[in-house]
């Protein structure tokens, strides 16, 4: 069982940046992928940006020169910079985990991400 704990999330201005941070309660970060993924209302959930155990990345074409996905294996903990912010950005933001070995999957709670125009 992963335990994920996001935060970052809020209020910003069209254009402006934003950082959130999961950190996973784990000691086996080091198997996982780790992903965020986005849900706005009426729409289903879509990956935003993942990022391999090496630290290769993959983006949604949406985001793609905008966000940075990273982590840091000392803190268990990935990280996703939001830059140039759009309304169409606005979501509930979760982390994820997807274990390469075990397939097992685990979400965390969800943080609120609001771009006003």
């Known amino acids: 069982q992963v335990e994920l704990a996001e935060s970052g999330g809020g209020l910003v201005q069209f254009g402006g940046s934003l950082e959130l941070s999961c950190a996973a309660l784990t000691t086996r970060f080091a198997f996982y992928v780790m992903g965020w993924y986005r849900q706005a209302p009426g729409n289903q959930r879509e990956l935003v940006a993942r990022?391999?155990?090496?630290?290769?990345?993959d983006y949604a074409d949406s985001v793609k020169g905008r966000f940075t996905i990273s982590r840091d294996h000392s803190k268990s903990t990935v990280y996703l910079r939001m830059s140039s912010l759009k309304p169409e950005d606005t979501a509930v933001y979760y982390c994820?985990?997807?274990?390469?070995?075990?397939?097992?999957?685990?979400w965390g709670q969800g943080t609120q991400v609001t771009v006003s125009p």
């Open positions: 994820n985990a997807f274990a390469m070995d075990t397939r097992s999957d685990y």
């Open positions: 990022i391999t155990p090496g630290g290769s990345t």
